[in-house]
């Protein structure tokens, strides 16, 4: 029966054993062979007293008994009795498994995603991201949460009608999802009151930068009976300050990696939440201090999400900032508004999260008043009649609600301080990637 | 600070306490009126000294002390001293919320989902569902499986060019997957060795049945280093009684509301595992047995699904069946043959798991051998050139593997007796909805 190269690595076994795996570097030393082997949990040096014939990442399995060795990785060595080629790779390989991936281009990456990923550095994010899921998932469990899954192909976009994919339905056309908002706050409104979705979302957006995926994977959260974004924050300090301590704990040696580390709950809980007025005066006023200050920043751009979290590590040893109070303006419709005492409402309840300098949250209390929301509609240019459904959800009770989602890629990224979000997503689209 | 309706039925609270929820029922008794709320734990009866202005499905909070009362629901209610009304309800409830929907039709159903879903038996579809998909990732994360997300943008399908809605992606048409087959048989030959994805899956097929979806939750799983399509029999076996005994241990509540049972531990151990010429056997022989006898059953059609499983409980005591060996034209180019004897290698290492009449499962183990996959092909009248990326994935040391999928809406649909499996889906996708 099989065992992984850690059982041997760790002792668990003693006498003949079998392990399987690929092949990951072959040293001729004229009389014996050694081969590291690689399995999923680790890697393993195996001893040939004649040359195997093998080629580099071909899949095998060997008998053989463990024996100590201080030279070999791990401490043990695996001294071969019998081989079998499980699979025989192609002898020229198109990306080195093997190699130092620091200094390989994204797009070689992406292109030999089979290969890429067999690098144990490459491997590492995805171990990563799966237990940010799983947390995200525990967390909001433990919290009463109900998880859903809620259909892609819509009639309509909830962020207003841009940058929608088109799918042809059989005789109809019709959009991929670029939210499960309206879905998540009718399921709030249907009852269920807490809930959250782990689900592909697609935005039809052109530009191409280290911090866009056209399809991702958002970690949506919505909740019921909140006075404001202020219990949002709190919910998701607590998501976050989860999935980092989840990191740490399960995923040490994936952290260690990448040279990573996450931000204790101590960290998490000090992060400030500033409202958007002030934080454009501390990113102006920090810019200003800068060696080459530029011109005023009117907006939380790429450049302020960067400057704030600066700041903010600087103040409260933490570069975790939560924005709120942000212009009606910049937030969609469905976002509560908030009158700041002029009298015009013109802020509202909403919030980004900003980790390491970038955005990795958008949340809001969303209207829940059928008449205040009735009222609301003109000043964003829209008509009862193209309301269809969201009128419907405030029509017959739906309590004070809001929610938030975390872009799963760009969390990864940003723990493990990935130069692009595409690094993050096993298969990630543009504008020009469609395959693998 | 809000308290749920369980926890003053629980006697958790005793004094003065705080609840939130939609009016679920009034009756005014003339000097007092009694008034049903329900919140996401269940249903409180409060007692109004005056009568309140309240429509069916208001949103409120109200203040009040428990009291015992043997005729509550639960036997406690809250005398109400203070009520606030948070969102009012439309008067004229397209649906009736607090009736008996035994005999509700699918379309009013399925047209008024944030008002049926308050139901609380339909309501409790989902929570067996959360659990379902819950339970699935928890078991096979326990036997080292990676959670992953894969790509729904496809540049072309797995099973075949039919059946696919094609995407507008930017100057481009594609696909949306109809299964993660691919990317999962790709991540196990990267090194991942067991992963499973919990995802949407699109099938553009046009028939509208009670047993399909055009878009349904696929939970996928793909192994590295079996033997046989028997390994994969008995991992799902215990995938299935993992999910049964977490459906047992957490949702008792929403199964009798169904009048459900699951099937033991002990019951799916019992579960056959029948060649397909054995069981077209079986379904002709247990159907000459019938009153109406067919004529003969040349397939494993639905009549079939039903009158094996039949069988199997009459002789295994279990309603769960794995036929395995498909002919060969029966299944898609990548599944691996199987020799029976007639040197034609024309069955396959495949197997379908059909519980209660009802195909949940389809799985196989795969090719793996390039040259053999290469010398197969031409039976699909398929080309070498057409294959892209399918045959990379066999070039560079792929081991033995394989997988299967469950159809989540169909295992709900099935552990509760719905009659169609859109039931199961929050928001279906059929031929003709597309909302809400």
């Known amino acids: 029966m099989r065992v992984l190269a850690k059982d041997i690595l760790e002792g ?20 014996i062979t050694f081969v590291i082997l690689r399995d999923r949990s680790g890697i393993l040096q195996l001893v040939f007293e004649k040359k195997p014939d093998l080629t580099l990442e071909s899949v095998i399995s060997v008998k053989g008994t463990p024996a100590a060795n201080e030279k070999a990785p791990g401490g043990t060595e695996l001294r071969v009795s019998g081989l079998e080629v499980l699979s025989k790779a192609a002898p020229e390989l198109p990306f080195q498994v093997n190699g130092d991936v620091s200094k390989t281009g994204l797009e070689s990456i992406l292109d030999n995603r089979l290969l890429s ?89 052109k530009h191409d930068t280290p911090r866009h995926l056209n399809e991702y994977v ?36 994936d952290l260690d990696a990448w040279n990573a580390t996450v931000p204790s709950a101590d960290a998490v809980a000090k992060a400030p939440t500033v409202p958007y007025d002030e934080c454009l005066s501390i990113v102006n006023a920090e ?49 509560y508004p908030l009158d700041l005492g002029d009298g015009k409402a013109s802020s509202t309840m909403s919030f980004d999260a900003i980790f390491r300098g970038l955005e990795i949250t958008s949340g809001s209390r969303r209207h829940h008043d059928y008449q205040a929301f009735l009222e609301a509609l003109p000043r964003f240019g829209l008509k009862t009649e193209d309301m269809g459904g969201y009128l419907e959800l405030l029509k017959y009770g739906c309590p004070p609600h809001g929610g938030f989602a975390i872009g799963c890629e760009r969390l990864t990224q940003k723990v493990l301080g990935l130069t692009s979000v595409k690094e993050a997503s096993l298969f990630p689209r543009d504008r020009k990637r469609v395959a693998p």
């Open 218 to 253: 958002s970690l949506d959260v919505e909740v019921g009976f909140i006075e404001s974004e202020k219990d949002l924050i709190e919910l998701e300090k607590g998501v976050l300050a989860h999935i980092f301590a989840e990191l740490e704990r399960k995923n040490k040696k």
């Open 117 to 205: 990923l067999r690098n144990p550095k490459i491997r590492s994010i995805f171990n990563i991201q799966a237990t940010i899921v799983e947390a995200f998932a525990g967390f909001l469990r433990n919290q009463d949460f109900t998880e859903i899954k809620t259909s892609k192909l819509v009639s309509t976009g909830t962020e207003g009608g841009t940058n929608l994919f088109q799918v042809e339905y059989f005789d109809d056309k019709i959009c991929l999802a670029q939210s499960p908002q309206f879905y998540k706050e009718t399921l709030v409104a249907a009852g269920m009151e807490r809930v959250f979705e782990i689900g592909q979302v697609y935005r039809a957006e």
């Open 12 to 31: 668990k076994v003693t006498g003949e054993a079998e392990v399987s795996g690929w092949v990951h570097r072959i040293r001729d030393m004229g009389g």
């Open 287 to 335: 810019a200003a201090k800068g060696k080459n200050p530029g011109g005023r920043i009117f907006d939380i751009n790429p450049e302020a999400e960067r400057i704030i979290c600066e700041w903010s590590l600087k103040e409260n040893g933490v570069d975790l900032v939560f924005v709120n109070q942000f212009p009606r303006r910049h937030r969609p419709f469905y976002t």
